[in-house]
Nanobody, 123 residues
Framework: QVQLVESGGGLVQPGGSLRLSCAAS????????MGWYRQAPGTQRELVAAITSGGSTNYGDSVKGRFTISRDNAKNTVTLQMNSLKTEDTAVYYCKAVLKVVAGRDSYNMDYWGKGTLVTVSS
């Protein structure tokens, strides 16, 4: 089995910074992409940032220029540095990993999710 464990959430004032980390463990052949999504009450889960194994990144429009995603392929970890936080960034942040699964001659991708970590931006 594969587990994703997030850490680093908490309460921060507007304009402040937080750093989220996610570690993947278990039966991992390879990880194609890792990323962060968030979900605020009453809204759909949305992409915050994603990064491929080659280092290509993709950000949600609302966080561009403020958040930075990075990963350590050797450690199967992904980190989200969040700066200039706004009240609208308040949400539960979920780590996602897209793993390559090998079954005999076949291979396919499978999504795994962490349980989420709460980020609250409030004065």
């Amino acid at each position: 089995q594969v587990q994703l464990v997030e850490s680093g959430g908490g309460l921060v004032q507007p304009g402040g910074s937080l750093r989220l980390s996610c570690a993947a463990s278990g039966s991992i052949f390879s990880i194609n992409a890792m990323g962060w999504y968030r979900q605020a009450p009453g809204t759909q889960r949305e992409l915050v940032a994603a990064i491929t194994s080659g280092g290509s990144t993709n950000y949600g429009d609302s966080v561009k220029g403020r958040f930075t995603i990075s990963r350590d392929n050797a450690k199967n970890t992904v980190t989200l540095q969040m700066n200039s936080l706004k009240t609208e960034d308040t949400a539960v942040y979920y780590c996602k990993a897209v793993l390559k699964v090998v079954a005999g001659r076949d291979s396919y991708n499978m999504d795994y999710w962490g349980k989420g970590t709460l980020v609250t931006v409030s004065s």
